[in-house]
């Protein structure tokens, strides 16, 4: 089955500061990869997905990155802020199968 | 408007009772997902529900999991005879078709078996 990894486990940053966060998938016929963000006590939400057949996708200070040849996408927030703070997930899925399977998360701290 | 909402938000069970979570979707969703999230990981998928039909329980990690959406809306997980490695959240996302792969997650039910 797919096994995703994903890197760094935590990560702290100043505000303002920009943050990326690193994952690896196995399968090469994965073609959905989704980014969640949970903040204590609540459920996933997602922020931002991208899809195979495009490379970059970006969304205000949010963007994604995937490269389907090294199989390793990527999410870069950039000028951090404080509300940013909460645990990060990565996904990936095959098309059609709708069940993700999930990293371990980051979780991001930005200090004000 | 209303999201995914999951009930009880907290349980407490002693190792040996049976538990029920409950999953109220978003309306008209057709899609109805169960994960497990253990402390520090991320959720890992038990079971998938289309309408009424249960396609795939390939997650469930034993046969103490049950899980049912008898009328395609409200979904309930049950688990017989928890033990303590059943401790963990468990959350209920839906999606509003089949193809649809955007899911909606609830807070989900945080279970501690003592």
């Known amino acids: 089955g797919e096994n995703v990894e994903q890197h760094p486990s935590t990560l702290s940053v100043q505000e303002g500061d920009s943050a990326v966060i690193k994952c690896t998938y196995s399968d090469s016929a994965s073609n959905y990869f989704p980014w969640y963000k949970q903040e204590l006590g609540k459920g996933p939400q997602l922020i931002i997905d991208i899809r195979s057949n495009v490379g970059e996708k970006k969304d205000q200070r949010i963007a994604v990155t995937l490269n389907k040849t090294a199989k390793h996408f990527s999410l870069h927030i950039t000028e951090t802020q404080p509300e940013d703070s909460a645990v990060y997930f990565c996904?990936?899925?095959?098309?059609?199968?709708?069940?993700?399977?999930f990293g371990r998360g980051t979780s991001l701290i930005v200090h004000p | 408007g209303a999201g995914v909402s999951q009930s009880p938000r907290y349980k407490v069970a002693k190792r040996g009772q049976d538990v029920a979570l409950r999953c109220d979707p978003i309306s008209g969703h057709v899609s109805l997902f169960w994960y497990q999230q253990a402390l520090g990981q991320g959720p890992e998928f038990l079971t998938y529900f289309q309408n009424e039909a249960q396609l795939d329980k390939s997650g469930l990690p034993s046969d103490r999991f049950f899980a049912e959406r008898p009328e395609g809306s409200v979904s309930t997980l049950k688990i017989q005879r928890t033990q303590q490695e059943d401790s963990a959240v468990y959350l209920c996302?839906?999606?509003?078709?089949?193809?649809?792969?955007?899911?909606?997650f609830g807070p989900g039910t945080r279970l501690l078996v003592l």
């Open positions: 996904a990936a899925s095959l098309g059609g199968s709708y069940i993700p399977t």
């Open positions: 996302a839906s999606s509003l078709r089949t193809n649809q792969e955007t899911q909606y």
